[in-house]
T-cell receptor
């Protein structure tokens, strides 16, 4: 079974600073995708960024970027120039090819951006 | 606008009653999913469907049932057999291929007393 682990239950960062959220996973597959989702207080799940495992280049979406280390099975999310609107739960997710591509989620990291 | 709708946003029921949560998508996605989220936790899969008239149990299917009679609709029934039904329920859809991310509805908060 695939597992996804987020070791930081809570984090905080000052507005305009940079923060990194960690995620590790376990899989025997070679080609796969990884996702970071954001869940603000509204509880709507919003896709932040995705990484394709066969690409060595780390994915970037505006202020969000990942540090993907395939050999270490690590997939961290870096948020630059943090904004108050970044306050949310962040989930790392991995699709299970054997279960209709359902997403296996990590336990989440609660990020608080302080003014 | 394309998207996923879930209704209602808040739902209250008495213990022992069945309740059906609605999920509709107009994204023309093949696959649809139901997840449950408990406070402070991640999402757990209840059921998924990759095609019309077919669905599979997820990790926590006991006490739940679904149907997929139309591509755009995937309702979830929480039965009286579900021991702890109070939770936040999220519906999602995707194009069904592993390369595609899932898009989520706004969720339904179910409270059973």
């Amino acid at each position: 079974a695939q597992t996804v682990t987020q070791s930081q239950p809570e984090m905080s960062v000052q507005e305009a600073e940079t923060v990194t959220l960690s995620c590790t996973y376990d899989t025997s597959e070679n080609n796969y995708y990884l996702f970071w989702y954001k869940q603000p207080p509204s509880r709507q799940m919003i896709l932040v960024i995705r990484q394709e495992a066969y690409k060595q280049q780390n994915a970037t979406e505006n202020r969000f970027s990942v540090n993907f280390q395939k050999a270490a099975k690590s997939f961290s999310l870096k948020i630059s120039d943090s904004q108050l609107g970044d306050t949310a739960m962040y989930f790392c997710a991995f699709p299970d090819n054997n279960a209709g591509n359902m997403l296996t989620f990590g336990g989440g990291t609660r990020l608080m951006v302080k003014p | 606008d394309g998207g996923i709708t879930q209704s209602p946003k808040y739902l209250f029921r008495k213990e022992g009653q069945n309740v059906t949560l609605s999920c509709e998508q107009n994204l023309n996605h093949d696959a649809m999913y139901w997840y449950r989220q408990d406070p402070g936790q991640g999402l757990r899969l209840i059921y998924y469907s990759q095609i019309v008239n077919d669905f599979q149990k997820g990790d926590i299917a006991e006490g739940y049932s679904v149907s997929r009679e139309k591509k755009e609709s995937f309702p979830l029934t929480v039965t009286s057999a579900q021991k702890n039904p109070t939770a936040f329920y999220l519906c999602a859809s995707s194009q069904g291929r592993r390369t595609y991310e899932q898009y989520f509805g706004p969720g339904t908060r179910l409270t059973v007393t």
